[in-house]
């Protein structure tokens, strides 16, 4: 053995000791420090190399907690199946928190050898990034659009360590005729056939601000956006756009996205989204009201506005 690897016997058993002295016998950093004759700064270091590590993993309980107030009266009010707030978020987290309580949400619902299917967007990328990391179980997700690129590109590397299953196909293509001709695809069609399958879906949705993922991922254009918004459209789910009564916006790019229709989510058992913002009110709103979401990932800003609808209504003149 070589001192190299002495060194790094070394470091493994004393990331060991301070995050079993800090974590399970429960002594202050100070304490730490003052035991083994190093800075405080040094065990802070050492405590977060033990996370990234994975010699210390947490698990939050999701599924059997005890729901705190906010989460009981937006399930009550809504009549949704389950509501997760996350207790604190900033706003330029909050796609990256959003993502990682769903995956902690999911480990704990599904079983082994499930099928999930997911929609795109930077929320679901931190999704998966989030679940690929921690779960130890076998776990296969199939994607509920088109759009390779846009996966791999929120995803990252986190989807290859997953079992996956991507629509070959653009999530937007240039008609509707060569939209249906792809559909037809059997390498489409056999994907398609995977999504009727899950029984747990989790997307994410979209609003209508100037910075929504679909103008900055360039999937639309200005021009196509503002027109969409000009008729109506709260935000999208799935690449479906559709207006403050849940209804599907009368454009032709409906007919030219590859995507699961929203009437066939409904079989799921479990139809989780994970949204949150002011600016997203408006189609997390409708989907809660419409059938089209019964599991609701959010934040507590976001969270505190679903419960004061009315009064948010009628000061943003929205519906």
Same mark, same amino acid.
């Given at each position: 053995m070589d001192f190299s690897e002495k060194d790094e016997l070394y470091k493994d058993s004393m990331l060991y000791k301070v995050a079993w002295l800090y974590y399970i016998d429960g002594l202050t950093q100070k304490e730490i420090a003052e035991k083994l004759s190093v800075s405080r700064m040094k065990i802070i270091k050492m405590l977060e190399e033990s996370r990234k590590r994975k010699i210390v993993r947490f698990h939050f309980s999701t599924l059997y907690r005890n729901k705190n107030t906010t989460e009981k009266q937006l399930i009550h009010k809504y009549q949704l199946k389950d509501v997760f707030v996350v207790?604190?978020?900033?706003?330029?987290k909050l796609?990256?928190?959003?993502?990682?309580?769903?995956? =902690?949400? &999911?480990?704990? &619902?599904?079983?082994?050898?499930? &099928?999930v299917g997911v929609g795109y967007g930077e929320t679901m990328g931190a999704f998966l990034k989030n679940l690929s990391k921690m779960t130890d179980k076998n776990v296969s997700v199939v994607s509920m659009t088109g759009g390779v690129m846009p996966y791999i590109k929120q995803i990252g590397?986190?989807?290859?360590?997953l079992k996956h299953y991507l629509i070959p196909a653009p999530l937007i293509v240039s008609n509707k005729e060569l939209a249906g001709a792809i559909m037809n695809e059997k390498a489409v069609s056999d994907i398609m056939d995977m999504t009727k399958e899950t029984k747990v879906v989790v997307t994410s949705l979209g609003g209508m601000e100037e910075n929504s993922t679909v103008l900055r991922t360039r999937l639309l254009t200005t021009e196509r956006f503002k027109k969409l918004k000009?008729?109506?459209?709260?935000?999208? =789910?799935? =690449?479906?756009?559709?207006?403050?009564?849940?209804? &599907?916006?009368?454009d032709e790019i409906e007919e030219r996205i590859i995507s699961t229709k929203l009437e066939d989510l409904k079989i799921n058992d479990y139809i989780?989204?994970?949204?949150?913002?002011?600016?997203?009110?408006?189609i997390i709103h409708t989907a809660i009201t419409h059938g089209l979401v019964n599991v609701l990932i959010t934040d507590e800003v976001t969270a505190e506005l679903l419960l004061g609808a009315n009064e948010w209504k009628e000061q943003k003149n929205t519906y």
């Open positions: 207790p604190w978020s900033s706003s330029d796609p990256e928190n959003l993502g990682q309580a769903t995956a =902690m949400y &999911l480990n704990d &619902l599904i079983q082994d050898d499930s &099928l590397n986190g989807i290859i360590d000009s008729a109506g459209a709260i935000g999208d =789910m799935l =690449m479906h756009f559709i207006d403050k009564d849940g209804h &599907l916006v009368d989780i989204a994970a949204a949150g913002g002011e600016e997203k009110l408006s």
